[in-house]
């Protein structure tokens, strides 16, 4: 009866290893973008769409200024949604609302949670069909 206590545990420890093996959760990626040293701009369709985060360097937990510049933005909405996710990881809906300041220029605040996992990279999505949704990658510090 003993002996067979212990098998369980023992294939109940490798579903657990199986699970959670690189196959399942990849290594990390590498941001694309240095947001601590200043904007990152990539080219989406014919337009130049720029992020930027302030205060830096950016980090968790703490108020965020989210100011993404598109141009030419013609024919753009007044607002645009910026998706916070964190590649590979379920982190729940964290969406920022972008609002036109100026002809080209969209700001919103938001935060950044800090995943209990130690993980530092993030991904921050302009929601546009027309622009084909930019994404950013980049590296949050504590």
């Not at 023992?10 to 990626?29: R, T």
């Not at 200024?65 to 949604?81: A, D, G, W, Y």
């Not at 996710?85 to 300041?101: A, H, I, R, Y």
């Not at 999505?125 to 930019?134: D, R």
Request: one cysteine or more.
């Amino acid at each position: 009866m003993v002996y067979r206590t212990q098998l369980k545990r023992a294939g109940a420890a490798l579903a657990i290893l199986f699970l959670c093996s690189a196959w399942m959760f990849p290594a990390e990626q590498k941001p694309d973008c240095d947001i601590h040293a200043g904007p990152c701009t990539k080219t989406a369709g014919n337009s130049a769409v720029t992020l930027e985060i302030s205060p830096r360097p950016v980090k968790h937990m703490e108020e965020l200024l989210f100011s993404v510049t598109i141009k030419p933005c013609q024919s753009l909405p007044e607002n645009l949604m910026l998706d916070l996710s964190m590649p590979g990881m379920e982190m729940g809906k964290n969406q920022v609302k972008l609002v036109k300041k100026s002809n080209c220029l969209y700001q919103g605040k938001g935060l950044i949670v800090k995943c209990m996992s130690g993980r530092k990279l993030w991904k921050a999505t302009v929601l546009s069909e027309k622009l084909n949704n930019p994404a950013f990658s980049f590296d949050v510090r504590d």
